[in-house]
């Protein structure tokens, strides 16, 4: 019997996961969360991670990504894995009728993430990018600030964002060492900075970018105590212009590093002609949690805003990224079940991506 598209609008999206790091500790929680997913099938390409996971999660699982496309309760796959396979695994779940939410970066290069967009838009698949800091309380609470017209034209906008994660230099070698890999704070970190600036202001031209690597060399992982060469940047430094939507151009600058001891963590600045917004958190250890909003007017001092009930997370978990990540997941089933495009999506990966590959390309 034929499904009608009424009880197909309300039945949720059967998702597979791809990749089981980031995809087992965030994205499974997170599509449980979300009434309007469901996960289905996990894919890995190791057998043992993939059965231990599938046990654990009381889930199918398939170590070939033909036989999960090819899985009839699959709509959709949620792509986790590192970015290196990431392009080539879109492509060939596209190729298959699959939506997809992408983890980022998407691919490794502009001309990538524009592939996947044009055939996403032949097959009419619904394509999201988990650039979850648009899903973040305070975030959106900044973004509805500034469309209130409240700052005024902006004149500068500065984003810090210098963590510690990589500081150890006996963190072992991995591909987040080698740029040809997609490894490096650029991808890590400044694939969302050049989202939110996006988001909040406008497309990033003009980019120019310094990048250095700190720590050269780290532990291969088997225990040998040899050392690799690591190639991917860890401190970028970037400045660029950001096209406003009524034409003017707005100055930005974005300082990234992931091997800053006791760095300030995220801090995002916008001055405007009539007043100031800040929105920042030190938490290291939650790259979600702790986030604050402050403004001010007229050379007022700072004063801290209130979060808006209206924007909270129905719940939150210990990991802090699972609530904006199952609010994006809710976000993508409705945009598919409505055949709609998803925003974030391809067309957002791909203007960040430009700031990134514009960013090497100058240094």
Known sequence: MAVSPASLSQRPLGVAVAGLGFGASVHLPALRACAGTEPVALWHPRQERLDRVCGEQELPGHSDFAALLADP????????????PRFALAQQALEAGKHLMLEKPVALNAGQVEELQRLALARRLTVAVDFEYRAVPQF??????????????????????????????????????????????LGALGTHAFDMLRWFV??????HGQLSTAIGERPLPDGSGRLAAVDAEDVALVQLELEAADGRIVPAQVALSSV????????????????????????????????QLWCSQAGEPLRRLEPDP???????????RIAPVARLHGWWSQAVRQGRPMVPGLAEAASSQRCCDEARQST
């Open 260 to 291: 800053a001891r006791r760095g300030r963590g995220c801090w995002l600045e916008l001055y405007g002609r009539q007043g100031t917004a800040v929105l920042g958190s030190d938490n290291q250890a939650d790259y979600v949690h702790g986030f």
């Open 202 to 207: 406008g497309p990033g031209r003009r980019v």
């Open 140 to 185: 959106q609470q900044l973004d509805a600030l500034l469309r209130s017209g409240e700052l005024g034209d902006l004149v500068l906008v500065k984003l810090d964002w210098l963590m510690g994660s990589r500081a150890d230099a006996s963190r072992p070698w991995s591909w987040y060492s080698q740029a040809e890999a997609g490894g490096g704070v």
């Open 310 to 320: 209206a924007l909270a997370f129905p719940r939150s978990w210990e990991d802090g």
């Open 73 to 84: 309760s699959v709509e959709a796959v949620v792509i986790a894995t590192p970015p290196g």
